[in-house]
C-alpha cells in the first residue's frame, strides 16, 4: 500500500448506466443482500454488490475487464431482495449492454442499435436493399397465380447473398469484439493479485465444450429464483432458434443437392427448389422449431410483465431484442399460413417485412442483445479457464 | 370510581398508551395541576420498557425508573389510570372531546393481595404473551413482577371452566369475580395524546431469515426477556431449542428497516440495542464471543461512546454485510449463516449457537388505528395534530427521545385546554 489508489469517477459512464436501464443504481446502500442471495455468483468478491459500487463510481475498466456481468442471469433474484430497489439485475443488465457497445465494431452501430433514435435509419438498411434487389429484378408488385416466394418474388440466390455477407458482416464482428474482449479479460486477469484469476482448470477446447454443454442443459440458469419460468422460455427460444437453424441448412441440402447432384425426391425427403410439402421431415421439424421460438418468446413477455413488479420493467435494448424475434417468428408462420391460405396480397408483403427482419437480426447479432450468446460464452469459458468459476458449475 | 364525567367542566387530558411516554406524558400534566387519565390495553402500565433488561447506554434496569413513575403515579390525585381498556370512538374536537372507552374484565377486583393462592390452584397454563411465549404462565397469573397494578388476572380462555372455580375457590379475599362483564364508557376531556407505542416487527415475514423456521434464531426482544432476570430462563442465556449455554451468537442488523420490502425507514434503537445485548452474553457467559453484521452502525450523538466501549471487547467482533440467508444445522441445531463480508469482498458462511435478528419498531398504528380524527406519516406513524402523538407511536425511538416527546405532548396538550 506503498502508492495512493486514486480512483478517477467517469461519470459519463455513470450516466450511460443509468439511460441504459439502470436508472436506480445510485440506490445501492452496499448491504449486500444481492451477492448472499445469488445463486450463481462465486464465493471470492461475489457479484453483484461489487459492481453496483464500482458503477456508482463508473469504473468503467473494471466492469469490462471481468467475466462476472456475464455470469449473471438476470434472474432478479437480487432485485426481489434488495432493500433499497436499487434493482442489480437491471444494472448489469444495462453494464452488459455498454460492454458489448465498447466492444462493438465498427464501433457507431453498437451506439446506434442501443439507441431509439437510430432505430428506423437501422430499418431502412435492409429495406432499401431488399427494394433495389426487386426492383432490379422487376418484382416489385404482387406476382399472380400460386404463391411462390422463391420463383415470382426474392429469388433463393438473392436472399442467400444478401444474407451470407450478413452473416460474414457479424462474424468480423463478433469476433473483433471478442478477440477483444478475451484480450481485455486476460489483462484484468494479469492485474489481479487474486489466486483465483491464476488457476487455470484446463484446456480451453474441453472449456468450450463444457460451456456449451452448460448451455444446452440450461444447469447456470435454473439456479435462479424469482424468474424460475425465463429458463424454461429461453429454453423454448434457444432451442427453436437452433432448430431452425438446423432446418436452414437441411433446406439447404435439399436445393443443392437437386441443382448441382440432380438428387430427385427420394424417399421421404423432397429435394428441390421451395416451397417443400408440409409432410416433409425437414418441413415438420421447421414448423416444429417455428412454433417453439413462438411459445418461447411469448413466454419471454409474459414473464417479464409478470415478474415487472419484482424485477424491473426491462430497457429499450432488450425490447428492442424481443420485438426482433416476435417480428420474426410471427411474420415468418404467418408468411407460410398466408402461402397456404393463397392471400397473395398479404402474403408477399409479410414475406418481405420478415426478410427486413432477420436481416436485422443477422447483421446487427453482435451489437444487439443477441450478442449475449457470444460474450457470454466467452466470459463463462474464461472464468472457467481462469478458475473464476465455483468448481460446482464447472 | 366514577367513569361517568359527563357534566363537568371539560378539561382533562387523555394520553392513550401507559407505557413510558403515555407515563411521562400523564406525569408532567398532572404534576402542574392538570386532571390526566391514562389508558392502557394491557393489565398493566410500563409498556415495552417493563419488558427490557437493562437500559442502553447506562445499562441499569428499567424496573427502577418504573417504580419512581408509578410512585409519582400513586401520590398524585390528578391521575388516573384505567388498564385492560381501549378507545372506542373519539367525537369532537381539542378543546371538547368525547371520548367511548371500553374496558375489558380482568376478572380480578381490587381487593386481590397477590398472595397467588389463584395461581396455584389453576391447573391451566398459557403461553406467557410478556416473554412471547418463551414459556409458560397459569392462566390465573400476575403479568409479571413488577405489575403495576400489583393484581393478578384470569386469562379468558378458562371462564367457565372448572379451573376458574377453582381459581375462585382458592382465594381468601373474595377478589375474584367470575361475573364480570366488559364496560364502555364515556369521558369528556379537552385533549389526546396518542402514546400506544411500537410493535416488534414480524420477522417471520423476512423469509430469507428464517425465523419461526430455524428454531435458535430469535428477535432482540425476546433477547431482552432472556436475557432478564424476571424471564422464562431467569436470566440465564440460552438456546430455544436445546437449553444450550449460548458461547457463539450473531446479531443481524437491520431485519425488516431500512428495507423498501419490509419496514422502509431505520427503527434508530436496533444498534444501540444489539450493542447493549452483547454486553448481556458476555457477562451471563464470560466465553462467550459476539459477532454483529450490520450495513452501518448508528450510534447517534453521544452513543459512539458506547459503541466504542463494546468495541473494546475483543470478544465481539463486527462484520460490514447484510445477512440475507440464514439456514439450520438440523444434526446439531446450529444456525448457518451467510454473508458478504463487504470489506474483504468474501462470502461467509459461519455457525452460531444462536442469532439474535435486530428487528425492528412498527408504530403500533399499523395495526390498530386511531379511531378519531389522527394524521399520519406513510409509514403510520401518528403526526401531532388535533390528535398529539408522543413517544414510539409518533416516530422510532430510544427511552431517553420517547421522554422528551412526551413532555413536549404535555405541554401541547396543556395548550389544547384553553380551546373552546
Known amino acids: 500500500m506503498a502508492e495512493a489508489n486514486v480512483i478517477k469517477p467517469d461519470l459519463e459512464f455513470v450516466k450511460k448506466i443509468m439511460n441504459s436501464g439502470g436508472e436506480s443504481l445510485k440506490k445501492c446502500y452496499q448491504c449486500a443482500t444481492c451477492s448472499v442471495v445469488c445463486n450463481v455468483t462465486p464465493e471470492d468478491k461475489p457479484f453483484p454488490r461489487k459492481e453496483m459500487i464500482q458503477a456508482q463510481w463508473g469504473l468503467k475498466d473494471k466492469l469490462f475487464s471481468n467475466p462476472d456481468i456475464w455470469l449473471c442471469h438476470q434472474c432478479s433474484d437480487c432485485t426481489a431482495y434488495c432493500p433499497r430497489g436499487a434493482k442489480p439485475g437491471e444494472v448489469l443488465g444495462a453494464i452488459r449492454k455498454l460492454s458489448i457497445e465498447h466492444y462493438a465494431f465498427p464501433s457507431f452501430l453498437g451506439k446506434a442499435v442501443g439507441d431509439p433514435k437510430y432505430l428506423l435509419g437501422l430499418l431502412a438498411v435492409p429495406v432499401v436493399i431488399f427494394l433495389t434487389v426487386l426492383g432490379y429484378l422487376g418484382h416489385l408488385r404482387i406476382p399472380e397465380g400460386e404463391i411462390s416466394y422463391a420463383e415470382k418474388f426474392m429469388p433463393v440466390l438473392a436472399v442467400e447473398a444478401i444474407f451470407i455477407a450478413a452473416a460474414l458482416f457479424a462474424c468480423l464482428g463478433f469476433f473483433a469484439g471478442v478477440v477483444r474482449y478475451w484480450r481485455d479479460l486476460k489483462s484484468g486477469a494479469e492485474l489481479s493479485t487474486n489466486k483465483w484469476q491464476r488457476m487455470v482448470k484446463g484446456p480451453i477446447p474441453v472449456i468450450i465444450i463444457n460451456t456449451i454443454l452448460e448451455f444446452m442443459t440450461h444447469r447456470r440458469f435454473q439456479k435462479c429464483e424469482v424468474t424460475k419460468d425465463r429458463s424454461n422460455a429461453h429454453m423454448f427460444v434457444f432451442f427453436g432458434f437452433a432448430g431452425l437453424a438446423i432446418a436452414a441448412v437441411w433446406a439447404l441440402v435439399y436445393l443443392y443437392g437437386y441443382e448441382f447432384f440432380g438428387i430427385k425426391t427420394s424417399g421421404i425427403f423432397n429435394f428441390g427448389l421451395s416451397p417443400y410439402p408440409l409432410h416433409d421431415p425437414m418441413k415438420i421439424f421447421a414448423n416444429i422449431s417455428a412454433l417453439a421460438l413462438f411459445a418461447g418468446i411469448l413466454q419471454v413477455i409474459m414473464n417479464r410483465k409478470n415478474n415487472a413488479e419484482k424485477a424491473g420493467n426491462g430497457s429499450y435494448y432488450d425490447w428492442l431484442f424481443i420485438s426482433i424475434i416476435l417480428t420474426i417468428v410471427t411474420t415468418g408462420i404467418l408468411s407460410e399460413v398466408l402461402r397456404l391460405a393463397d392471400i397473395a396480397a398479404l402474403a408477399y408483403p409479410v414475406y418481405f417485412i420478415h426478410l427486413v427482419f432477420v436481416f436485422f437480426l443477422f447483421a446487427y447479432a453482435p451489437f444487439s442483445k443477441m450478442a449475449h450468446m457470444a460474450y457470454r460464452t466467452t466470459a463463462l469459458v474464461f472464468a472457467k479457464y481462469s478458475g473464476r468459476e465455483d468448481k460446482k458449475y464447472s | ?420
Open chain 2, 1 to 420: 370510581m366514577a367513569h361517568e364525567m359527563s357534566g363537568a367542566p371539560v378539561s382533562g387530558i387523555l394520553v392513550v398508551g401507559g407505557g413510558i411516554s403515555g407515563i411521562t406524558t400523564a406525569l408532567e400534566a398532572a404534576e402542574v395541576g392538570h386532571e390526566v387519565f391514562i389508558v392502557e390495553k394491557n393489565p398493566y402500565l410500563g409498556g415495552r420498557v417493563a419488558q427490557l433488561y437493562k437500559y442502553f447506554p447506562k445499562l441499569c434496569p428499567p424496573a427502577c425508573g418504573l417504580e419512581i413513575n408509578f410512585q409519582r403515579i400513586k401520590k398524585n390525585r390528578n391521575v388516573k389510570y384505567f388498564t385492560l381498556t381501549e378507545v372506542e370512538k373519539i367525537s369532537g374536537a381539542p378543546g371538547n372531546y368525547d371520548v367511548t372507552l371500553k374496558e375489558t374484565p380482568g376478572y380480578v377486583n381490587s381487593n386481590c393481595t397477590c398472595c397467588g393462592k389463584c395461581a396455584e390452584a389453576c391447573d391451566v397454563e398459557i403461553p406467557n404473551e410478556f416473554n412471547f411465549g418463551m414459556d409458560k404462565t397459569k392462566a390465573a397469573y400476575l403479568p409479571h413482577e413488577m405489575a403495576f397494578p400489583q393484581r393478578y388476572v384470569l386469562h379468558p380462555s378458562i371462564l367457565g371452566t372448572s379451573a376458574a372455580q377453582k381459581c375462585k375457590d382458592a382465594c381468601q379475599y373474595n377478589a375474584i369475580d367470575l361475573d364480570m362483564k366488559p364496560k364502555t364508557f364515556t369521558l369528556k376531556v379537552a385533549s389526546i395524546v396518542w402514546a400506544t407505542g411500537w410493535n416488534p416487527y414480524d420477522a417471520k415475514k423476512i423469509d430469507n431469515l428464517s425465523f419461526g423456521k430455524v428454531k435458535n434464531v430469535i428477535t432482540n426482544i425476546m433477547m431482552e426477556r432472556l436475557a432478564a432476570p424476571n424471564g422464562p430462563t431467569k436470566g440465564k442465556i440460552v438456546r430455544p431449542s436445546d437449553g444450550k449455554a449460548v458461547q457463539n451468537i450473531a446479531f443481524v442488523q437491520c431485519a425488516g428497516s431500512r428495507d423498501e420490502n419490509h419496514l422502509p425507514f431505520c427503527s434508530y434503537i436496533c444498534c444501540l440495542a444489539s450493542l447493549k445485548q452483547t454486553t448481556y452474553i458476555r457477562e451471563a457467559n464470560p466465553k462467550s464471543k459476539a459477532t454483529i453484521f450490520y450495513i452501518d452502525l448508528r450510534t447517534p450523538g453521544r452513543y459512539e461512546k458506547f459503541y466504542k466501549k463494546v468495541k473494546a471487547d475483543t470478544n465481539v467482533s463486527f462484520v460490514k454485510g447484510k445477512v440475507a440467508k440464514i439456514e439450520e444445522d438440523a444434526s446439531t441445531g446450529d444456525v448457518l449463516v451467510t454473508v458478504e463480508d463487504t470489506l474483504a469482498g468474501k462470502k461467509l458462511h459461519e455457525k452460531f449457537d444462536m442469532v439474535v435478528l435486530a428487528a425492528g419498531m412498527e408504530p403500533s398504528t399499523s395495526a390498530v388505528k386511531v379511531p378519531g380524527n389522527a394524521k399520519y406519516d406513510e409509514n403510520n406513524f401518528v403526526i401531532s395534530g388535533e390528535i398529539l402523538s408522543t413517544g414510539c407511536v409518533r416516530k422510532p425511538c430510544d427511552v431517553m427521545s420517547s421522554g422528551q416527546t412526551a413532555t413536549g405532548a404535555a405541554l401541547k396538550a396543556i395548550q389544547m385546554l384553553g380551546r373552546r
